[in-house]
DNA sequence: TATTTTTTTGAATACGTATTCAAAAAAATA
DNA sequence: TATTTTTTTGAATACGTATTCAAAAAAATA
């Protein structure tokens, strides 16, 4: 039942050439005769053979593989991610071992898996990347490259959006649409996204004067949205508008508000920021930043390939601006 | 900067043995005296050592690789399918190539891609394979089980909730709910799931002499079932209840509905199938069928490990049931 | 202690490919 | 046609590991 695999030597055989010439007309060489690469590709075709993609990456030292690293691919905004870097990627002809880290930093364990199949670079989305696991890539040669996150200490590549310069906007638009009454529905808080949103929020108000920014914790995700607006609205009264560290938040955000019995925005302005394709369905229509996540894509397919053929370039540091999609979930107020 | 990888022999100098009982102590081989043993693993941890998963799936002929083929990521069901795929497998020890399928049908390239990096299995949920892709897979041992749908020609094992029997009493719930006329949105009418479930929502429609069944197709996605709700409506003014193909075309349908200006389920009912977490949304409450993911998931590996092991078993068909989760997008009419 | 049995070890080899190097064949030039 | 240059070819080797087989060492038994 389970038939021989057939190899290089099989197919020689048949053709009546050496092992060498028939690897030489699948590693695409042309220096080979036309009679015999004809003779190798009709006895390859009645073979049905297939190069082995290990046996050729031990010579080749190119594995052609990509490990991606995610730990919330139930949020739309990744399983977009995943869907664009899957597509750019493999029409380069690089393959994707998916990794869902369940745990905020990755692990010991999903490094060595990476690192025992020599995949040729690591795309990091939300998710950790410790110092020592860095230093561990960096050593093997292995490019790693970080999306929609960064470390201070710069130790790997990282794209992402100004998140600081979002966020300061969206206080403008905010204050500058007549709300006096401000709360932020943060990430996990050692996130570098959750960090910069808050700042650039922050500064805004503090400068104009507004010091009653409320703070509620979240992880962004839907139920944490939902939670954190249950709390916030029935503590404090008078919020007019809550900034949503993401847009699945808000979604949750928003579903809270209606169960109380809130009108959005006439009684709560909502904000969010991503801009995935829910945002925009009808039942919330929310306002919200779009990152341009195919921009940010194509970035760091670029930068990964370069870094692949020069591993001593230095790590780089890639930020994008992306704008503001007004929607209906905030108001213009008197 | 880009150090050498070390190898198997670079430990085995290090701690004075031979290639041979380094490699026992890493193949997890017990009959390697604790002292060697002790050195080894000192050696292998100074150099940071370790093994390369290609060489060794050379010899052992394991590649502890899986591949997984999905066309609609985007789709939360799929989303989550994933996760818990991965997650179960990883505890295994198995890695995902996933691949993202552009079109319909499994393409020749993708096929390619899995054979050459000889992957154990592959699942397939959400795409169709042909008979000579089947084939393909089958004659270089490759284990192939499809998720969530099925061929008729029993090539290859397949896993998936009985559509038939499932559609069946979700259109005796809303005959029972006193509903007169029905609407029902498909998916692509050559999938397994589409033809199932139209089919055990027409036999019970017949049964009761209800002929006035209206079909508008639609393709699982959001704005699908957006623009057919629409078409819908507007063509057929006396329509009380939708049944939609899956979730994903429901939210489409009911933000559709209420953008009309009708509301649910007052003037029309809709129901979904699938029970992503979305329809529980208070925006939604989707009365629903829900599939059992994760035991559909336990099942599809547990019958993948055992075709794995015994590559001469016989293609296998398990059908799950699932049950309605009835929320508030049905009404009882009078 | 002498002998037998069991455990540990290393040399040799194989997995399936790409590449180097030298030889052979073909093509170009004189 | 004879010579030089270029192209094509195959033998040998390497990539990094696991495994077989026989020998050596250790443990158990007499």
Redo the contacts between chains.
């Keep these: 039942?389970?038939?021989k695999?057939y190899t290089s030597q099989d197919v020689a055989e048949l053709a009546g050439v050496s092992q060498s010439t028939v690897s030489r007309v699948f590693a695409g060489n042309t220096n080979v005769s036309e009679k015999k690469r004809k003779k190798i590709l009709d006895a390859a075709e009645k073979l049905?053979y297939?190069?082995?993609?290990?046996?050729r990456?031990?010579i080749t030292r190119k594995?052609m593989m990509i490990g991606?690293v995610m730990r919330n691919?139930?949020n739309?905004f990744y399983?977009?991610v995943?869907?664009i870097f899957?597509?750019r990627l493999?029409a380069l002809g690089y393959?994707?071992?998916?990794?869902?880290s369940?745990n905020e930093e990755i692990q010991e364990k999903e490094i060595?898996?990476l690192?025992?199949?020599?995949v040729e670079g690591v795309i990091i989305t939300d998710a950790l990347l410790s110092s020592s696991a860095s230093q561990?890539f960096n050593?093997?040669?292995i490019v790693v490259i970080l999306f929609n996150r960064y470390t201070e200490k710069l130790e790997s590549s990282a794209v992402f959006c100004d998140n600081y310069l979002a966020a300061k906007q969206i206080a403008t638009y905010l204050v500058e649409m007549g709300h006096k009454s401000f709360a932020f529905i943060s990430g996990p808080s050692d996130t570098s996204t959750t960090i910069d949103r808050l700042k650039g929020f922050k500064e805004v108000l503090d400068d104009r004067g507004i010091s009653n920014l409320v703070i509620e914790p979240g992880n962004y995700t839907?139920e944490s949205g939902f939670k954190a607006a249950q709390e916030l609205i029935t503590r404090n009264k008078n919020i007019d508008c809550i900034f949503c560290g993401n847009d699945i938040i808000a979604?949750g955000v928003?579903?809270a508000i209606?169960?109380i019995g809130l009108k959005i925005p006439d009684d709560i302005s909502v904000i969010g920021f991503d801009n995935i394709?829910m945002s925009e369905?009808?039942?919330?229509s929310l306002t919200t930043w779009e990152q341009p996540l195919e921009d940010m894509v194509d970035s760091t397919v670029e930068l990964m390939l370069k870094e692949i053929s020069d591993?001593?370039s230095e790590p780089q540091v890639i930020m994008m601006k992306g704008h503001l999609v007004v929607r209906t979930s905030v108001r213009q107020k008197k």
């Design positions: 039942m389970n038939k695999n049905e297939q190069p082995n993609a290990h046996a990456s031990l594995t991606i691919i139930r739309p399983s977009a995943l869907e899957h597509n493999a393959h994707l071992i998916f990794i869902n369940e060595t898996q690192l025992e199949y020599n561990k050593r093997n040669g839907y979604l928003m579903d209606r169960v394709r369905w009808p039942s919330y591993k001593s």
